[in-house]
C-alpha cells in the first residue's frame, strides 16, 4: 500500500529494527555518478534515501559513484552538490568518492584472487561478451579460467603497473558459466582503462567496474540499505556474492524500487546532455528541462518537488506519471505562498475618455486575496492604461463576457469601464479602445447594484516594459523516447519557449527581486530570472499556468 500505511521499504527498515539487525542502525546513500546534472527522477531518489535516514534517526550519505574516468567531471560534483541542497537535504560530513576506494577496492580484488574466486582473462572485451551468453544461450568457459592463483596475482599487478593496454586483460569474478542469470557468468571486475580521471589523475591504469564498487563502497561506509531501481534486481546476486566473500560483519543488503517516469519529457543523463550540446535548449538550467537546475530556474519550489516525490510514492510497480502532477505540486505551493500582482503580456491601450488628463490616484490593492496578513499595494490609476489584446473582441461569440463594444468590465480592484469606441490601423488592426469609466464604481462595485460578469487585469498606461517567457512542455508527445529507431529530437515542441518582449508589468515589479515569485493575476506562476535579468529589467520565467490545460 502506497498511500497509507507504510511503504516496502519503511516496512524492511521497521522489521530489521525489530529484529535488532544493525543495533537499530539505519545507514542510505545517495550515489550519482557525476557525468551530468541531477533530473527528476533523482529528485526521487534524494528524498527517499536522505527521507529514510531522517524519518529513523539514521544518515545518508552523498557518495559520488565516479568510477568511470571518461564520462565524469569535477563541474558535475559540484552542480550535483548544489542541488541536493537546493532540495533540503544536508549530507554534513558524509561527502564520499567512490574514487577514494581505489586502493581498498584494489586491496580486496586480491584477496578475491587470493581465494581463487577471480582470475585475469585475456579474451577481448567483445570476446569475453560473446561467451557469456544470454539468457537464451548459455556461457562457455574462457580460455584463461583455470590460470592459477600465482599467475593472476602477477598478471593483476602488471595491469595496475600500466603495463598493458586497453582491453588486453580483465578481471573477472569466477562464478558460474552455466548461472541461468547471465550476470554470474564470470563478470569482470576490473577493466584496464588509460584515461585520466578527475580526480585520481593518470595514478590508476586499471578501474573497477560498478558490480565491484558499489556494493564494496556501500560495505566500506557501512550503509545497511543500499536502495537502488528495479533494473539491478538481477545483478542483487552479483552484489550478494561479492559482499559475502569479502566482507565480514554486519553487511549492507541492496533493495530495489520503481524508478520514475514522467511522460513529455526525457531523463536519461545522455539524453539531456544532448539537448544541451547539441543546442535544443539554452543549458542543464533551461527552464524547459526536468533537470533539478532546470526546475529551479523555472521557478519551481524545493518543497514543490519534495512534495512530488512524496506523492508518485515508492513500490515494485513501473511507474508513469502524468507531468500534470508535477504541475499541481507546484500550483497549490504557489497559490499559499506568491502574491498577486498584475502583468498583460500582449498590451491593448485603452483610452479613459471621461478621466482627467495628467491625473493620477494610487488603489489600494490586495497581495493575496485570502491572506491579509500578506497586505497591500498600491497600483497607479490614470486615463491611459493597458488590457490584454486577448480580453477585447469586436464581435463576440455569445458568452463571452469580457470587453467588446458597447459592453461594461470591472478593471480588477478599480472601477468599471466600458468600450465607447474601437480605433485601428490601416490595416484593420485593433490598436486602441476609447472608452468610459464610472467614477462611483472605485473599488470594483456599483452602489446602483448594477452587475458585470468580467473582470479584467491591466495595467497603468506608464507601465514598464517587462520580457517574459512562457514556457511549455519540450516534447508534443507523450513518450518522446519510446521508440529507439526514432531520434527523440524530432519529437520536441516547437512553441514550448515564447517570448514575450512587449510585456507591461505593474510599476512595483520593475524592483522584483530575482528568484522571487509573484501570480500574475488571471496568468499564471512567474519567477524572476536569476540570469538574465537586470536591475530595473526583470525577465519573468513563467513556472505553470493557473490550470491545467492539457488533462482533458
Ligand atoms: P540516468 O540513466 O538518468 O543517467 P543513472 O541511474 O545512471 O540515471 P545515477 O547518477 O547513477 O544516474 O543515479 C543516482 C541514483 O539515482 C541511483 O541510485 C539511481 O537509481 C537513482 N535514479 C536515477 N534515475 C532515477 C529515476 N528515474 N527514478 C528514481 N531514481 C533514479
Ligand atoms: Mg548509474
Ligand atoms: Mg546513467
Known amino acids: 500500500n502506497e498511500t497509507q500505511g507504510l511503504n516496502f521499504l519503511q516496512e524492511i527498515i521497521e522489521e530489521d529494527q525489530r529484529t535488532g539487525k544493525y543495533a537499530g542502525r539505519v545507514h542510505t546513500r545517495f550515489p550519482p555518478e557525476p557525468n551530468g546534472y541531477l533530473h527528476i527522477g533523482h529528485a526521487k531518489s534524494i528524498c527517499l534515501n536522505f527521507g529514510l535516514a531522517q524519518q529513523y534517526g539514521g544518515k545518508c550519505n552523498l557518495r559520488f559513484?565516479?568510477?568511470?574516468?571518461?564520462?565524469?567531471?569535477?563541474?558535475?560534483?559540484?552542480?550535483?552538490?548544489?542541488?541536493?541542497?537546493?532540495?533540503?537535504?544536508?549530507?554534513?560530513?558524509r561527502k564520499f568518492f567512490a574514487s577514494d576506494y581505489f586502493p581498498k577496492l584494489y586491496d580486496f580484488a586480491v584477496q578475491l584472487i587470493k581465494q581463487g574466486k577471480a582470475y585475469v582473462c585475456s579474451l577481448s572485451p567483445e570476446e569475453i561478451r560473446e561467451y557469456r551468453g544470454d539468457f537464451t544461450t548459455p556461457g562457455r568457459n574462457s580460455p584463461y579460467r583455470e590460470r592459477s592463483v600465482e599467475e593472476n596475482l602477477d598478471l593483476f599487478h602488471r595491469m595496475r603497473a600500466g603495463e598493458f593496454s586497453d582491453g588486453q586483460h580483465t578481471l573477472r569474478a569466477k562464478i558460474d558459466m552455466a548461472s541461468p542469470?547471465?550476470?554470474?557468468?564470470d563478470p569482470p571486475i576490473y577493466r584496464i582503462r588509460h584515461a585520466h580521471h578527475h580526480r585520481t589523475g593518470d595514478a590508476w591504469p586499471i578501474y573497477p567496474l560498478y558490480d565491484f564498487a558499489h556494493c564494496l563502497s556501500d560495505a566500506i561506509e557501512g550503509i545497511t540499505h543500499s536502495i537502488c531501481t528495479l533494473e539491478f534486481e538481477n545483478r542483487r546476486v552479483l552484489y550478494d556474492w561479492i559482499v559475502d566473500n569479502l566482507v565480514s560483519g554486519d553487511r549492507p543488503y541492496q533493495y530495489e524500487f520503481n524508478r520514475l517516469n514522467l511522460n513529455y519529457t526525457v531523463m536519461s543523463k545522455r539524453k539531456?546532455?544532448?539537448?544541451?550540446?547539441?543546442?535544443?535548449?539554452?543549458?542543464?538550467?533551461?527552464?524547459?528541462?526536468?533537470?533539478?537546475?532546470?526546475?529551479?530556474?523555472?521557478?519551481?519550489?524545493?518543497?514543490?518537488?519534495?512534495?512530488?516525490?512524496?506523492?508518485?510514492?515508492?513500490?515494485?510497480?513501473?511507474?508513469?506519471?502524468?507531468m500534470s502532477l508535477l504541475e499541481l505540486c507546484i500550483r497549490e505551493d504557489l497559490n499559499e505562498t506568491a502574491p498577486r500582482a498584475m502583468a498583460v503580456m500582449r498590451p491593448l491601450k485603452v483610452v479613459l475618455e471621461n478621466y482627467p488628463e495628467g491625473q493620477t490616484e494610487l488603489?489600494?490593492?490586495?497581495?493575496?486575496?485570502?491572506?491579509?496578513?500578506?497586505?497591500?499595494?498600491?497600483?497607479?490609476?490614470?486615463?491611459?492604461?493597458?488590457?490584454?489584446?486577448?480580453?477585447?473582441?469586436?464581435?463576440p461569440p455569445k458568452g463571452f463576457f469580457r470587453l467588446a463594444p458597447g459592453k461594461e468590465v470591472r478593471l480588477r480592484s478599480a472601477y468599471f469601464i466600458k468600450c465607447e469606441q474601437v480605433i485601428k490601423d490601416a490595416a484593420g488592426n485593433v490598436v486602441e479602445l476609447r472608452c468610459s469609466y464610472d467614477p462611483a464604481t472605485r473599488g470594483g462595485n456599483a452602489p446602483d447594484g448594477r452587475k458585470v460578469k468580467g473582470t479584467l487585469h491591466w495595467v497603468p498606461g506608464n507601465a514598464p516594459v517587462a520580457e517574459v517567457r512562457l514556457y511549455d512542455r519540450l516534447f508534443s508527445v507523450e513518450a518522446p523516447d519510446a521508440d529507439d529507431s526514432k531520434d527523440f529530437t524530432t519529437f520536441l515542441n516547437p512553441t514550448s519557449l515564447q517570448t514575450l518582449r512587449d510585456a507591461r508589468v505593474e510599476p512595483m515589479l520593475v524592483d522584483a527581486a530575482v528568484e522571487s515569485r509573484y501570480q500574475f493575476e488571471r496568468t499564471g506562476y512567474f519567477y524572476v530570472d536569476p540570469k538574465d535579468s537586470k536591475p530595473g529589467k526583470p525577465v519573468f520565467n513563467r513556472t505553470v499556468t493557473l490550470k491545467d490545460s492539457w488533462t482533458k
Open 181 to 185: 542469470n547471465p550476470v554470474l557468468r
Open 363 to 395: 488603489l489600494e490593492v490586495q497581495n493575496h486575496p485570502q491572506k491579509p496578513e500578506m497586505g497591500t499595494r498600491q497600483v497607479p490609476f490614470m486615463r491611459e492604461l493597458y488590457i490584454e489584446a486577448d480580453d477585447f473582441m469586436e464581435d
Open 272 to 322: 539531456l546532455l544532448k539537448l544541451v550540446t547539441e543546442g535544443f535548449v539554452a543549458g542543464w538550467d533551461d527552464p524547459r528541462m526536468m533537470t533539478i537546475t532546470g526546475l529551479r530556474r523555472r521557478g519551481f519550489t524545493p518543497a514543490s518537488i519534495r512534495d512530488f516525490a512524496t506523492r508518485v510514492g515508492v513500490g515494485k510497480a513501473q511507474q508513469l506519471i502524468d
Open 65 to 93: 559513484d565516479d568510477t568511470n574516468p571518461v564520462t565524469e567531471d569535477t563541474d558535475y560534483v559540484e552542480a550535483i552538490q548544489r542541488d541536493v541542497k537546493w532540495l533540503g537535504f544536508e549530507w554534513e560530513d
